[in-house]
Nanobody, 125 residues
Framework: QVQLVESGGGLVQPGGSLRLSCVVS????????MGWFRQAPGKERTFVSSISYSGNSTYYADSVKGRFTISRDNAKNTVYLQMDSLEPEDTAVYYC??????????????????WGQGTQVTVSS
């Protein structure tokens, strides 16, 4: 069974930074594409970023492009989301997810088979 555990969320002021981590266990991490999604209060869950199994390809939502950076360390079974220049609109629960079959970047939530429990990010002064 593949398990994902996120960490690194918290309260940060506008303009600040956070780095989220997601550790994957129970599977073959190096073959999975990974994604980050978020869900703000009262809203649907939306795509944030995705990275291919090799790390050579990345994909971002327009709302975070230039501010967020996704990366992965296959030796540590971990995917990261570096979030800079945070805005109040970034407040949400952030989820990581694993895509097991194709290994390529995608924003399609239905392509991701396993999900973490989420970590809260709050951007407020």
């Amino acid at each position: 069974q593949v398990q994902l555990v996120e960490s690194g969320g918290g309260l940060v002021q506008p303009g600040g930074s956070l780095r989220l981590s997601c550790v994957v266990s129970g599977g073959t991490f190096r073959s999975y594409a990974m994604g980050w999604f978020r869900q703000a209060p009262g809203k649907e869950r939306t795509f944030v970023s995705s990275i291919s199994y090799s790390g050579n390809s990345t994909y971002y939502a327009d709302s975070v492009k230039g501010r967020f950076t996704i990366s992965r360390d296959n030796a540590k079974n971990t995917v990261y989301l570096q979030m800079d220049s945070l805005e109040p609109e970034d407040t949400a629960v952030y989820y990581c997810a694993a895509e097991l079959f194709w290994g390529v970047v995608t924003s399609n939530q239905e392509a991701y088979a396993y999900w973490g429990q989420g970590t809260q990010v709050t951007v407020s002064s």
